[in-house]
């Protein structure tokens, strides 16, 4: 008896790939860096860039007046270490737009599969992810004062270089943007839908803002000056910034001294850990 075939493969010219695979490591590397791109709209629409390159002209412009100030007025007006809480809307306005780019796409049409399917896993998807924003964040922030203090070396100022709390400010600044990148991340990563994620971070900075200066000022004024500084730990910024003046000697922003010891210290790392582990978790149920 015969057999009738029920199949058949026709040749249509594809080929196989002949040349050196690179692994996990270059792929990790290649998605960092085109999430990186994107973040700051390269590679995409001219409506992309509007809100990074705006956000970032804006960072810059206490850069622009304090070299004004030290060229004309030979005053030293924004100290390094406190730019970033200065500036922390800004940078929380940032952080917003482009943490729900990086992760809502891929979660909204289901192409996490498509990744994982390439020598990628889902440990070097998040990473490449939040090393991408966290990238992003710190040329955000240390561009503006390494500027600043270039400015500082060129003006003949009557006063000694800023170095110890530049530096200072450089360390904070890599604290700041691996706290930050890893918050953004994982709540932007629990919806699918980009708009949402905006609001939950924007959300969750305004919450922790405003209930850090509200427990502050109440404890303050009940004569419990003991507690509160614990308070102004629930901002991430001040939390980096306690970080920053207990490891670097820097000035605390606002003048106000924070609670002494390695407390913040561990509820940085603590922060930190469990936004990163949320976010794991989430992508590992995403993928299976």
């Given at each position: 008896m015969t057999i009738e075939p029920t199949a058949v493969i026709h040749d249509?010219?594809?080929?196989h790939y002949d040349g050196v695979r690179l692994g996990r490591g270059r792929a990790t590397l290649a998605l960092g860096v085109q999430s990186l791109r994107g973040v700051f709209g390269l590679g995409r629409t001219v409506r992309a860039k509007i809100m990074p390159l705006l956000l970032a002209a804006i960072m810059l412009?206490?850069?622009v007046v304090s070299i004004g100030v030290m060229a004309l007025a030979k005053q030293f007006v924004m100290p390094y270490a406190q730019y970033a809480v200065f500036m922390q809307a800004v940078i929380a306005v940032f952080l917003a737009a482009q943490a729900p780019y990086l992760v809502a796409p891929d979660l909204r049409f289901r192409v996490l599969p498509l990744y994982?399917?390439?020598p990628l896993t889902v440990t070097d998807y998040v990473v490449a992810k939040l090393a991408a924003l966290a990238v992003a964040l710190f040329c955000l922030m240390a561009i503006p004062i390494t500027i600043q203090f270039v400015g500082e070396m060129l003006i003949d100022m009557p006063m000694p270089l800023h170095t110890g709390d530049f530096l200072g400010a450089l360390g904070g600044t890599v604290l700041?943007?691996?706290l930050l990148a890893a918050l953004g991340v994982a709540l932007a990563s629990f919806t699918p839908r980009r708009g949402l994620g905006v609001a939950v971070v924007i959300a969750f900075y305004m919450f922790t803002a405003a209930v850090?200066?509200?427990?502050?000022?109440?404890l303050a004024s009940t004569g419990r000056d003991d507690v509160a500084p614990w308070a102004l730990l629930l901002?991430?910024?001040?939390?980096v910034d306690a970080v920053q003046s207990a490891l670097f000697g820097t000035e605390p922003a606002g003048g106000e001294a924070y609670p002494a010891g390695i407390a913040s210290g561990?509820?940085?790392?603590?922060?930190?850990?469990?936004?990163?582990?949320g976010v794991l978790l989430r992508y590992r149920k995403a993928a299976s």
């Open positions: 249509i010219g594809y080929r412009m206490p850069t994982l399917s390439r700041r943007a691996v850090s200066g509200l427990f502050y000022a109440v901002n991430p910024f001040f939390l561990l509820i940085l790392l603590a922060v930190t850990a469990l936004a990163v582990t």
